[in-house]
């Protein structure tokens, strides 16, 4: 390399570290001094690390979670879980009655208008009734699959 350009290239870069002071100088951060000549030069991998400016990251939005099934007098509901799940439902009944979810043998009073719900483990596979156990009335069948 000849004088002349090593000449060259030192003022080029002379250039670039002037070019530098100025914009860090002017970005308005007065609080901090402004970088002398050789710190102008060095590199920030050299001297620190370099944080990204720090932006707001919004907050996530929750998926909400999906109600349990309601399940009401009618047309039986058809329930289905695997072996192992939570089984959740709800019920609400125009009559006072007992929900009763055979097989599991778990028995709730229920109120005219009210809801009420259920939540237990699937630890017994098979095909089960869920009644209205005064009226007789089956309002859905709960079907848990081997895992």
């Known amino acids: 390399m000849s004088r002349a350009q090593r000449l060259t290239f030192l003022a080029i870069a002379a250039a670039i570290a002037v070019a530098a002071v100025f914009l860090i100088s002017a970005s308005g ?3 901090e001094p402004a970088p002398t000549s050789a710190q102008a030069t060095a590199t920030p991998a050299a001297t620190e690390t370099v944080a990204p400016e720090a932006t707001a990251t919004p ?15 009618g047309k039986p509901a058809k329930l289905r879980f695997t072996e192992g799940e939570t089984i959740r439902f709800r019920v609400r009944a125009d009559t006072t009655d007992h929900v009763h979810v055979h097989g599991y043998d778990l028995m709730k009073d229920i109120e005219p208008g009210k809801t009420i719900s259920f939540s237990f483990p699937a630890e017994i596979t098979g095909i089960f009734e ?6 007789g009335e089956e309002i859905a069948q709960l079907r848990v699959d081997p895992a």
């Open 59 to 73: 907050e996530p939005t929750p998926t909400p979670k999906p109600e349990p099934p309601l399940v009401t007098a």
């Open 130 to 135: 869920i009644e209205l156990e005064d009226a």
């Open 29 to 31: 951060d007065e609080e």
